[in-house]
């Protein structure tokens, strides 16, 4: 069996993990920045309670990772829906690859510069590779 659809797939978890890293890291220098002692932060805390508190550059690394926690669930299952039913083709490969590379570009955007109007166009662009996918893979379970 082909695993060439879940290339894509294995790249953008381990794409979610590095963003990960990325917020975990940028949260714990703008800590020590700002003079934040975690150890005595109050019990159940969480990141929605930084916001105000560290700077949006900071946040919004942790805001795209929160965002590659939703819609990427559904492409993970789209490409297993078509691995298993026969719909690993040229076509649905080229638009896994187009989806990952596109959500990547958004996360360096978001993370970086975050300016609405381009890292709008970037997700509506991911957003049509994986409305693709998904038809392609009802066709493919279908029959």
């Known amino acids: 069996?082909?695993?060439?659809?879940?290339?894509?797939?294995?790249?953008?978890?381990l794409w979610?993990?590095?963003?990960?890293?990325?917020a975990g890291?940028?949260?714990?220098q703008a800590f020590s920045k700002i003079g934040?002692?975690?150890?005595?932060?109050?019990?159940?805390?969480?990141?929605?309670?930084?916001?105000?508190?560290?700077?949006?550059?900071?946040?919004w690394k942790s805001h795209?990772?929160?965002?590659?926690?939703?819609?990427?669930?559904?492409?993970?299952a789209v490409l297993v829906f078509l691995q298993l039913s026969g719909g690993d083709t040229d076509l649905t490969r080229g638009l896994a690859w187009a989806y990952v590379v596109l959500r990547i570009a958004h996360s360096l955007w978001q993370s970086t510069v975050n300016?609405?109007?381009?890292?709008?166009?970037?997700?509506?662009v991911a957003t049509l590779c994986l409305l693709a996918l998904s038809g392609l893979a009802v066709i493919a379970t279908l029959g």
Not at 25 to 28: E, L, S
């Open 16 to 22: 979610t993990i590095v963003m990960l890293t990325w």
């Open 1 to 13: 069996m082909s695993n060439g659809l879940l290339a894509p797939g294995a790249v953008l978890a």
């Open 25 to 28: 890291v940028t949260r714990f």
């Open 64 to 76: 795209n990772y929160t965002h590659l926690c939703e819609q990427p669930t559904i492409f993970y």
């Open 36 to 59: 934040i002692d975690i150890k005595a932060a109050p019990p159940g805390g969480r990141g929605v309670d930084l916001e105000g508190v560290l700077p949006p550059e900071t946040n």
């Open 115 to 124: 300016r609405i109007p381009v890292r709008f166009a970037i997700f509506s």
